[in-house]
């Protein structure tokens, strides 16, 4: 349920359509007719476009995404690793069906780190965990395009469990710990977004199975949080990604999914 509602909601409540719907709402209470409606309808759709013009000149989502992205370092590799985790979400499944070709999208980075980590440690166990996060298209699964990238670039494919039942992050690790069944003392290196590590790792910590964090793929640099200008299209689409996982920390918290609001190192 907690799945079906997450998909049904988040289109919703993402920054650029909420906004959206602000102003249609706001018209139309506008259009209704009389001085109190009309007022408040007018409120809303002024509200809408202050915050707009907010987004466009500010950097708001670099004030949003750099705690997330900041919260954990880059690891100091140790010498020996038992086994590598990488979490689904860097393919996509419906350019890959549409095109018979297999497409990465911005998240890429989290194979490469894979890959890299599969070289440096030939001993290692590999998974990679990624199933069918859509609700239209359940059978476009992400494991087996992003075993064929992999592949492409002679990753050793043949030593890697591919999983693909699981559709969130909670499952990411839920079915991973199932297959892997991980030891007490083994050191696992979980590979991810650096933004989407802290709930990672809470979630993680919460199922019993302690890992080494490795984050990837960051969005912020090294003066986003005061540089000012329009491009509102790049900052909305990254504030997405972040208001989507601040929201993701707390229902996970209050699910019970993770061992804390904003896990730290």
Not at 181 to 206: C, D, N
Not at 237 to 257: K, N, P, Q, T, V
Request: aromatic share 10%.
């Amino acid at each position: 349920m907690s799945f079906v509602l997450s998909k049904v909601l988040w289109p919703l409540l993402s920054p650029a359509n909420f906004l959206v719907l602000l102003l249609v709402v706001g018209l139309v209470i506008q259009a209704l007719g009389g001085r109190s409606r009309r007022r408040f309808g007018f409120a809303l759709c002024a509200g809408a476009a202050a915050a707009l013009v907010a987004l466009t000149l500010l950097p708001v989502w670099a004030w949003v995404m750099l705690p997330l992205e900041s919260r954990f370092p880059q690891p100091v590799w140790p010498e020996k690793v038992d086994g590598v985790i990488v979490l689904g979400g860097s393919v996509d499944t419906s350019a890959t069906a549409a095109w018979k070709h297999p497409t990465v999208n911005h998240a890429a980075d989290r194979l490469v780190e894979f890959a890299m980590l599969a070289r440096r440690y030939p001993g290692a166990k590999l998974v990679f965990t990624g199933g069918s996060g859509s609700l239209s298209n359940p059978e476009q699964l992400e494991a087996p395009v992003a075993r064929a990238v992999l592949e492409r670039v002679g990753a050793p494919v043949e030593r890697m469990v591919f999983e693909d039942k699981s559709r969130n992050t909670y499952e990411n690790a839920l079915f991973s710990m199932e297959l892997m069944k991980p030891k007490p003392g083994e050191t696992w290196v979980l590979v991810t977004s650096a933004y989407h590590m802290p709930r990672s790792v809470g979630i993680f910590r919460q199922i019993g199975w302690p890992v080494l964090p490795a984050p990837v793929g960051y969005y912020t640099g090294l003066d986003d949080g005061s540089k000012i200008g329009p491009n509102l299209a790049k900052d909305l689409y990254i504030l997405d990604d972040a208001i989507h996982e601040w929201i993701g920390l707390l229902s996970y918290r209050l699910l019970g999914r993770t061992n804390a609001f904003f896990p730290a190192p």
